[in-house]
Every structure is written in structure tokens, then in C-alpha cells.
């Protein structure tokens, strides 16, 4: 009986409820079914989205088995949920909502604002009326716009702050935890010119050309400059997971690598602030009044600077508790514990910046960096896996399915507002806004670097701005106005189409522009590599390592000044790393620098002689070069990667081979070493031998 | 400016509310400031849980490195939660929930129907009325109870549907996947006993004795006899969860361990079908006529055995079609996408069955024990740590959240009803009705069992019967009626008392009773290991392998059966393991066979000899051993579990010392053995010998 009512699901529902309403009395059983009706509707959306991940897991496995390379994860994705949604858009099933109008009554009519109020209590009179009428509170769900279509708005839609709450949060923690630290900061000046200014650059170019645009379209007259200049800023939001997916997959320099991944990770934070800024711009002066207020500007250029280094610092802030605890504490003995300390606290940092009105995707994204600098060395081995894994499924789970999401919605969300015209200009402002973003400061940017960025790879950075999960959950929060609800669609669709278009491109692209694949991570293109050496043993130990002097020139003063802080004070307080602050403090401090010192930081030196810092540290970076490597190994000319490769997918944080070896092999030492001695960080081979001669010398 | 705000968030709320009310014009900025403070609520109180499970990881931490045993994690959430709920309750800071009393208008009194609709319709007229009319939906949130008290509504609650689709869900998967299926099958009979028949005892003696209390109180009039049965069954799943954490510490005997933790999985998975099947009965003749219905009984008695077997059908079948996805693909190339299907297909079983109308906690019960028993096996080395890590981890944090909501909901839940005799009848009656399940049933189960469930055993299965998660997941699935809120409110103590008494209690009463601890695995109390050889080598290789023949009189004929079945045919076509279905299917079969058997499968032997089946078998009993004997290092007279004992936590998985090391050991070799030789499931040292011993001389 029950399976076969899982084919008529929908109408069991329908025949359910009207049969319970056949019968006399509202009892509490009649109340109960209705609440099991709801858990069965939502168990039917999870079910469909978890059904697309499926389909979508198998058909990326089948696709990486067959070598195919035309369609991505995400844009796989994409098509499946476009197809499901069209499915359950005209298979024309009806969950049977039933709805009331209502008015006012005399006690509401003294409600006099002019927003919709947050819950109204609606005193329903029980029929039969033996019963005292009872006052039910509903709460506001949005605007209806078109009054026949309410049926599918509970079908597999989801509260946009799903998104912004529990699916945005560990992904952008992902990008930070995983980042390669190394390149990043090799690449810091450019990369922050691209996301910090570039990003504004974008949002302004897309804001003032489709404010011209709109002016030529009159029905379009209900958007303000500062709602396209939010537009603007939405959109200008780029994503990295399906180029760096196969970026990884084909190993391609590493720099370029850096700068792609470098920028969308940066500038997901910077328009989400920057459209935070527009809104408190635009709130605190009425559009109504028109005109451009040039101290509203300025505060609102102040609201940037400082919701940016705000969340930034509670991100660090968050980091170093965490660090500490894990250091002073003794929680690594029970690495469960430690595990959700570590995931707890990575996530309250997302909460109290949000909670504090800041940006929680921007003080997460640093947190996930501190993490991996500083918390990542005081783990346990079996914390650390734990936590890399889990992140990395999280990461892989949670963007597939906002992009199965987004394909889905593009049929079942009832609020979409298609116009072509503004569509095609939203479209044109985009690539318009990237080019503006890339070509000029990528020129700015070559008078000042020493290996220069080619041609090549600036259009290959062009190409990379596809839209994204951000993108999308920016432009989904507020979906209830006429102007937002074309904004959200565009949205949709610039995501949709640079995710299948240029996503799937970019093979073609990347050969298009004679761009290198199958690169070692240290052998990198020749105008790259002609200034350093290229040995890894020798200069290239670890970023933060600095190296050997010829790349100093790279490095600006800032930079070295915070290397050696970093080094002298801030790891030897948060980790267990060597020198102690015993030994970088001046003496009047010792009291204190005892204070902070653990034993396992004094007595480690004896049996490891400051290995653990050092290839703690690169053990994190390590993480970051078993990718590239483990991509390598079926590199090559295009497309030969092959179908062995255990790091083929970007989302894979790629500790087996690297690293969890070393660590598991420390954790089978014999009992006689105690549970706490720090052969847990033992890193044979290679990996200790980079550790001492490049960190060595320095002491 | 903003750290500042963080303090005064509640009021920034206010303020910003009434400050953007006070500008004239409901534009999307003002709705965009309405999605955001909605975003900051969310995320408050998300943080607010946040904050509660790093303060109880924290305590947990120090409470076990001082070996303080008093309070256990549950218990320690459920303080913290009552703590920091009453300080939400008390300290008298209001959210501005706007709302606005409402009536049907024109069109709404064509309504007619007996029960509150689903949505409703606002025509919200914009006040300086210059832009149309807007209408807006509002969704069905639950009755107001009391009018004065709504603000609370909205703070620190969530929606019940979130426990059942979200939390419940990992707990119950984690409970089918870490169970030690050897101990488990071991006294299955006596478990399934006290589960079926006691759990269903047990509720009708609660609802028996609680209808006569009730007609003792005449203000509780309301109370059906149904409802009271329903109210039985809820209170009668009991949790393991504290339990267990101190069993599993303590080492006691594995029988002991089997039981309590078997019982209390399975009691979950009756109490939420009978509670169903309740529901049913009462759906199809409602209760107003009164009296018994024989056929409606016995259709509840059809439905619950019917609901019972179709989910365990469906979970199994998912755990099979798992396993032969993993078999049959090559996924296992790809970790994470492996990982990934694994947790998506679990996942997917809980919701088929939900959307089915069936009992998805049953369901993801028996798919976790499948997932075990097959498709671990067949998964890569990566993938085994990572699902482990994962779901021990999930369970770990659902748990724990689980327990601070309940705290914490007893001051913010604006339902609570207080009724002191009802909750008095309901502490004597889940006492009485607990005993009724364990006392009787033992006596008879001890009539037919040779080794019997000595009294001091029966007493620590009477006081384990603590009252948790599923209580109170099915207590607060419906508050709308004032009788559902009395059940809820009085669940929500029978929970926090046991849990925080009868919990903290558990070390005494083990003493008590004298209950040795410290057991080793195989070496069990007197009377039970007088029976069997207690040496693992030889009888006790896996309870899956039968062992010497005198265990056989313990074992039906079906297991026996089954146990047959399962080595020859099923496990040859779900996993890896030898002999293959080529060996044991008649000859006529074989095309069919040959098409089920996969490459890997056939070169093995040739590798390792059989090792494969065997030890992958044995690895899965192992991480039910691991568990154990971890536990017992630190083991001995009471409260002297080490501060070192890595699986001293109820909830970590016990992977790394027993299995991982083997598995990284095979992932370490040359790569001349090729990414997909069974060197992946090598299983060296004593693992290898127990399976040979065990298994060889059968074929």
C-alpha cells in the first residue's frame, strides 16, 4: 500500500487532508496529520535535491572514468536541475494549499505603518462552534504577485536564508582553509588590486551602463541607480569551483592558479560588503530625494573600509581563540571533542559577525585561514583529517546543491520576472564589468611587477568571472519588489549560463590560449620561473619562508615585516612552533612568556629539533601541493588526466598521500613515545628536509 | 561601532525597525533592512546554540581530563540549556515582532472548512497610497496560547520539523552504523523482546494508569484514552546516549552494553511506529463515538507491523542498492564522491521513507546496519575514516543539540503548560511502565535462555531507560492543542530528570549493584563466559561466524539460516568478499554470475587468499572492538578510565588505532600494486589469523 502511495504521493496528500476535513471536529489528530502532511512535503523537496546530488555524483563519476571533460560538477548540476524543475513545473501535480483572504479587523486597523507586519493572529471560528474560537499567528512569507500561481511556491523552494546561514558559510570557510597560502601571498598585491578595487570598478561600470540602458527601456523605470548599482555589486561577484575544478584537474600554473582562485575567494567578501554599503547608503538618505550626497557617499565608502577590516578581524580574532584553546588546552586527547570545538567555533565566528550587523562570509573566510595557519598545527592528527575532510564534503555537498538549486528554481520559484531587454543588457554589463575589472589593472598592475601577468592569462582571468553561489544567494534574499525579482532572475541566468558556457569553455580556452597544463608546481613558466630557482630543496621551501633573496624584490616591506612578527611572536604564542617567546620576548617579559609557553613547546626541541613548526607549517602548505601533484600525475597535453588521479576533483582536500601517511605512521609508533610527545607531528622524508633548510639558517 | 552593537543587539533591532518605519515609503530598501534583521535573529539564535555546545565540548573536556563523573555531556547541555534559557526568559529583552489582528474579508468567509487554513492573504494597503495595493501571504505558524506572551515565540525555537528532518536523522544512521553487530546478534532475541513486545507493554501501561489518573483529575477532562496512549508510546523510547557514554568508559560487560544500547535503538524505532499506528486508529474512527473497535485495532496492529517491515525493507534495500553502486562502479577512485554518494544515498533513505508515509528513523536504522555490514567493505580506505569521522561527528554535535534545545525550550517555549499532578502521574506511570517492560519480560526470557540475564541486570536495564531525543523530537512534532502542550512540557522534564538523575546516577548504581567494569571484550562475567571458550582466536572469531558449536544452542535456526545466506550469496554480490557467487550458485546460474562478479573479486585470492571477505568482515565487528578495548585501557576500579584513552567518548568512532593503521599501512605501498589491488584491504596481524581460523575450515 505505502509504495505504491509513493507514485501518488501529491494526491494522497490532497485526498488526505480533504478527508480529514470531512470529518466534524478540528481535533488534535486532525492537527496531527496536517503537521505529518508538512514533514512529508519537505521530506519530498530534501528528497528531490538529494536525488539530483545522486544523480549528479554518479554522472561526474562517470564523466571523470570516461575522461569527459565538456560539462562540470556544477554545471552538471545546473542541467540536472534545470530538467527536474521543468519536470515539476508542468507535470502539473497540485499540493492542495489552502489559503484565506483576510482584512484588518477593528483591533488590526490601529496598525498604522507603512510595512507589512511581521505575524498576523487570525481569530478562526471553530464551525460547529462548541469550541471557543481559537487565535492562530501566522508569519509573513513574502508578496504574492500573481494571485493564480500560489501553488507552487511551497514546491522545492527553499527560505533564502538557508543559503546565507547553512550553506555559504562552509564553503567560503573551505576556500579559506584550503587556500594555498603560499601562492596567495606570492600573489597578495595583484589579487587584492583585482577583488578590492576591480570588484568596485565592476559593480560601478554595471551600475551606470544599466542605468543608461534602463533609461532607453520605459517600463523599467522603477529602478534607481543605487538598486542597479546593488545589481551591479551582485553580479560582480564571481565564482571559482568549476574552473579551478579543472584547473586542478589539469594542473596549470600555479600562479595563474593563485590569482583565479585568489580573486573569487576576495571578491565573494568584497561585494557582499560593497552591496551592504549600498544599502546603508541608500538607507540613510531616501532615494526619493534624488541627487548624489556626497557625505552619504563617504560614509558609505566608510561602511566598506570598516565592515570589511571588521569582519576580517573578528574572522582572525576567531582563528586565535581557537588556537589558543587548542593549545592551552588539553582537548587533543579526545579528538572528537577537538573536531567539534574546531567546527563550532569556526561557525559562531560566521554567527557573531553576523549577529554584529557585519559580514560573516568575510570574517568566516579569514577564520578558515587562520585555522589552517595557526590552529591546523595544534590538532590532532586524527582532528585534522577529520576536519579536512569533513569541510571538503561539506564544501563539495553544499555547492552542488545551490547549483541544483539554482537550476531547479529557475522553473519553480514563483517569482520570476523574465524580460529580455533587460536580461541582454544585464548580460552585456557583465562581461563589460569584468573586462573593466581585469584589462586596466591588469596594465596597472604590470608597470609595478616584475614577472609581469601575460596577455594570456588576463584573458583567461576575464573568461574565469563565471557567477556563482554568491551571486545567487545575494540576489535571493530579498525577492519581494517587482525590480528585485528581475534582478534575481538575471541573476539565475548570467549564473546558469557562465557556469555551463564558460565553465565547460574553459578547456578549450586554456588550449585556446597556449596556456600550459601539466604543470609541476615548481616548474613553472619560464618568465615565471627564469628569476628563481626552481629547486623545491633549496629556495622554495614554504611561503612564509621567504626564501632566497632574489625574490625579495616581489616582496613588499609589509609583507617581510609581518613574516617575521608572524614568526617571532604570533606562531610561537598560538602554536606549539619554535622559537618559543621565551626565547623572541625581551627578558623583562619572561613571567608572561613562560605563561604562554606549554611544555610540549620547551621539551619538543629535544626529540624533534624544531621540526614541529616548521613542517606544521608546511604541512600546510603541503596540503595545497599534494593537489597540484596529485593532479599532475596523469598530466600532460589536454584532457589526459588520468581517471587514477585521487585528487582530480577540486573539492577533494587532498590529504591522503601527502600527509596522512607521516601521521599515521607517527601514530603507530609504540606506545613508549606518550600520547603526547610530538612525534604526532613527525613529517619524514622531504618534507622535514625543506623544514630545516629553509627555516634553519634564519635562528 | 559594531562590536558595541553585538551588545545591544536586541535593541539595535527595535531601533532599526522603528527608525525605518519612520521614513514614508515601503521601498525595498526598508525590506531588504526587514530580511536582514530577520537574517540577524536567525543567526543570534543560532549562535546562541552555538555558544552552548563549545561551552559543553569545553566542560566535557575538563570534566573528563579531571575524571569528574557526575554529570555526563547530556546532562551538562541540558544544564546549560536551562541556564542560558532562562537567562533569554528572564533578562527581558523583546523582539518587535509587529503583528496585526486580522478577519476574513468578502472573499475569505467563502472559507469553510473546520480547520485554520495554510496560508493567508493580505491586502496590505500601502498607507500614503500612491503604488497599488500589495497582497502578501502569511504561512501557519501554530495557535496562540497566551496573548501577552508572543514575543517569546520567536526567540531561540525552532521549527520541530528541523529535529525530525535534520537532527534525528544522523543520530539514529550513526546508532545502525557503530553498532556491534556481534553483540547485537548475539542476544538478539532478548533484544527485540524488550524492544517490540516491552516497548508496547510499556505504552499501554502508561496510557492505562494515566487514563485512570486522569479521570482522577477533572480539570483533564480533555485527555482521551487515545491520547494518553499516544503520550505512552511517546515517553516510551528511551535513549542511550548517557548511557552508553559511561558504559562505553567503564568498559562494562559487552552483554550489558548490547543490551541496554540494542533495546534503546530499536525502542526508538517501535515507539515511533506505534506512536503512528496510534495515530491511524484514531484517524480512521474518531474518537468522539468512543469505545473499542476491534477491526480498528487490529488494522493499528496491521499498520505498525506493516509500517514496521516496509521500512526496514527500505532501508536494507537502500543499504543493498549502495553497495552495489560501490561494487560495481569505480567510484572508489574518486574519495569524496564516493563519501559523498555514501552520505547521500543514507540520507535519501530517511526521506524515501518519509515521503512514503513510512518511518524514515526505521528506515536509516537498519540502512546504517546494511551500510556496515555491505557497502563498508567495498569502500576505499579514504572514504572508510571520512563517513566514520563524519557521522560520528554529526552525532556527536546533533546530540548535543538536541539536549541544550531542551533545556533551553523549557524557559523560551511559549507553550509550556505546568500541571503538576499530570507530570507527578507521568514520573510514577513511565517508571511503572518501564518496569512492566523489563521484570516480566526477563523472567520469561530467562525461562528459555541459557545464559541468563542475572537480576543486578535487569536493574541497570530498568534504570538505563532514560527519556530523550525521540521523546522529545515526537513530543513537540504537534503543540497546537492544550493537551499536546501538557505531554510536551511534561516530556521535556521526564527527559531533563532522567537524564540529569538517573544519568549522572549510573556510576553509583553500577556500583551498587556491583556491576564489574573494566571487562575486557571476551572476557565476561563468570556466568556468562563459563559457557564459551573466552579465547578470541579460536570460538569468538566473529558473530557472524557461527563459532563453536557450543554457542549453537543459542542461536535460532533462522539466524542460522540467514547467517548461511548472507556468506554465500549476499555478501558475494554485495561486496568484494570470497567465495564468489561463481562458487557457491548452481552451475545453471553461472552467466548470471559471472555478470555479478566483479574483477577484483576474482583475482584476489590469487593476492591474498581470501583475506578479503574475511577480514573486511572482521574489520567491521573490529570497530566495535576497538571501542571496547580503547575504553578499557584506562579501565579498572571505578572512575579510573585514563585521561589518555582515545575512544573514550561514546560517540567517537573508533577508527584510528584499530583499523586505520592497517588500511594507511596498505595506502603507503608501492604503487607497482596498482590504485585498485585488494592491497587496500589488507588486514594485517591478528585480524588475518582470527578470520582464517574462523572462516577457512567451513569451505
Request: glycine share 8%; proline share 5%; hydrophobic share 45%.
Amino acid at each position: 500500500m505505502s509504495i505504491k502511495r509513493l507514485h501518488l504521493y501529491f494526491y494522497v496528500v490532497v485526498w488526505n487532508t480533504l478527508w480529514s476535513y470531512c470529518c466534524c471536529e478540528p481535533s488534535d489528530i486532525e492537527l496531527d496529520v496536517k503537521a505529518q502532511n508538512t514533514h512529508r512535503l519537505d521530506s519530498l523537496n530534501l528528497l528531490l535535491y538529494t536525488f539530483l546530488l545522486i544523480l549528479t555524483v554518479l554522472t561526474i563519476w562517470l564523466f571523470k572514468h570516461r575522461r569527459l571533460r565538456y560539462v562540470h560538477e556544477t554545471g552538471l548540476a545546473v542541467i540536472y536541475g534545470l530538467i527536474v524543475g521543468a519536470i515539476i513545473r508542468y507535470a502539473g501535480s497540485t499540493t492542495a494549499v489552502l489559503h484565506m483572504s483576510v482584512e484588518p479587523d477593528d483591533k488590526g486597523r490601529e496598525y498604522n505603518q507603512s510595512v507589512p507586519p511581521d505575524t498576523l493572529w487570525l481569530r478562526f471560528p471553530n464551525k460547529p462552534s462548541t469550541t471557543p474560537n481559537k487565535t492562530y499567528a501566522y508569519t509573513f512569507r513574502g508578496e504574492i504577485v500573481d494571485l493564480e500561481e500560489n501553488e507552487i511556491d511551497l514546491k522545492a523552494t527553499f527560505d533564502p536564508e538557508i543559503f546565507f546561514n547553512i550553506i555559504l558559510p562552509p564553503i567560503i570557510f573551505h576556500a579559506g582553509y584550503s587556500l594555498k597560502r603560499k601562492y596567495f601571498f606570492r600573489n597578495l598585491g595583484a589579487i587584492l588590486t583585482y577583488a578590492l578595487i576591480g570588484t568596485t570598478i565592476s559593480s560601478f561600470v554595471v551600475g551606470a551602463v544599466m542605468y543608461g540602458f534602463v533609461q532607453l527601456m520605459p517600463h523599467l523605470n522603477t529602478f534607481t541607480f543605487l538598486d542597479l548599482l546593488y545589481f551591479g555589486a551582485v553580479i560582480s561577484a564571481t565564482d571559482p569551483v568549476t574552473v579551478i575544478a579543472i584547473f586542478n584537474d589539469l594542473s596549470v600554473d600555479v600562479n595563474l592558479y593563485a590569482l583565479v582562485f585568489g580573486e573569487s575567494v576576495l571578491n565573494d567578501a568584497v561585494a557582499i560588503v560593497l552591496s551592504g554599503a549600498i544599502q546603508h547608503y541608500s538607507e540613510r538618505y531616501q532615494i526619493g530625494s534624488g541627487g548624489f550626497e556626497a557625505p552619504a557617499f563617504f560614509r558609505a565608502v566608510g561602511d566598506f573600509v570598516g565592515f570589511f577590516s571588521l569582519s576580517l578581524f573578528i574572522g582572525a580574532l576567531m582563528g586565535c581563540i581557537t588556537a589558543m584553546l587548542t593549545k592551552f588546552t588539553r582537548v587533543r586527547d579526545f579528538p572528537i571533542l577537538e573536531s567539534a570545538l574546531f567546527v563550532l567555533m569556526s561557525y559562531s565566528t560566521f554567527l557573531i559577525a553576523e549577529a554584529a550587523e557585519l559580514t560573516g562570509i568575510v570574517a568566516v573566510l579569514f577564520c578558515g585561514m587562520c585555522q589552517a595557519h595557526y590552529t591546523y598545527n595544534n590538532l590532532s592528527p586524527d582532528s585534522r583529517t577529520r576536519t579536512k575532510q569533513l569541510f571538503g564534503l561539506l564544501n563539495f555537498l553544499a555547492e552542488n546543491f545551490i547549483f541544483s538549486y539554482i537550476g531547479v528554481s529557475m522553473f519553480t520559484f514563483p517569482k520570476h520576472h523574465f524580460d529580455v531587454g533587460f536580461i541582454l543588457a544585464s548580460f552585456f554589463c557583465a562581461f563589460l564589468g569584468r573586462a573593466a575589472n581585469i584589462y586596466p589593472l591588469s596594465f596597472i598592475l604590470n608597470l609595478g611587477r616584475k614577472p609581469k601577468i601575460p596577455l594570456q592569462f588576463q584573458h583567461m582571468l576575464f573568461f574565469a568571472g563565471l557567477r556563482g553561489a554568491m551571486a545567487f544567494a545575494l540576489a535571493i534574499r530579498n525577492t519581494v519588489s517587482d525590480a528585485r525579482q528581475r534582478m534575481l532572475t538575471t541573476t539565475s541566468l548570467l549564473v546558469i549560463m557562465t557556469v555551463i558556457v564558460l565553465g565547460g569553455g574553459t578547456m578549450q580556452l586554456l588550449a585556446w590560449f597556449k596556456i600550459p597544463v601539466g604543470v609541476e608546481e615548481e616548474v613553472e613558466m619560464l618568465h615565471y620561473g627564469g628569476v628563481r630557482n626552481t629547486l623545491v630543496d633549496t629556495s622554495e621551501g614554504s611561503a612564509m619562508n621567504a626564501g632566497s633573496p632574489s625574490d625579495v624584490h616581489e616582496r613588499a616591506l609589509l609583507a617581510r615585516v609581518w613574516r617575521e612578527f608572524d614568526v617571532r611572536y604570533v606562531k610561537p604564542l598560538l602554536t606549539h612552533a619554535r622559537p618559543t617567546l621565551l626565547e623572541t620576548l625581551p627578558v623583562c617579559c619572561n613571567p608572561v612568556a613562560r605563561l604562554l609557553t606549554t611544555t610540549e613547546q620547551m621539551t619538543q626541541e629535544t626529540q624533534t629539533h624544531s621540526r614541529l613548526d616548521s613542517d606544521s607549517d608546511l604541512c600546510g602548505e603541503e596540503r595545497g601541493m599534494g593537489s597540484i601533484r596529485g593532479g599532475s600525475t596523469g598530466g600532460g597535453p589536454l584532457g589526459r588526466s588520468g581517471p587514477h588521479c585521487r585528487f582530480g576533483i577540486h573539492n577533494e582536500l587532498p590529504s591522503s598521500a601527502g600527509e596522512t601517511q607521516p601521521l599515521l605512521r607517527a601514530s603507530s609508533l609504540p606506545p613508549e613515545h606518550g600520547p603526547f610527545s610530538s612525534t604526532f607531528y613527525s613529517c619524514p622524508g622531504p618534507c622535514r628536509h625543506t623544514a630545516e633548510t629553509a627555516r634553519l639558517p634564519r635562528r
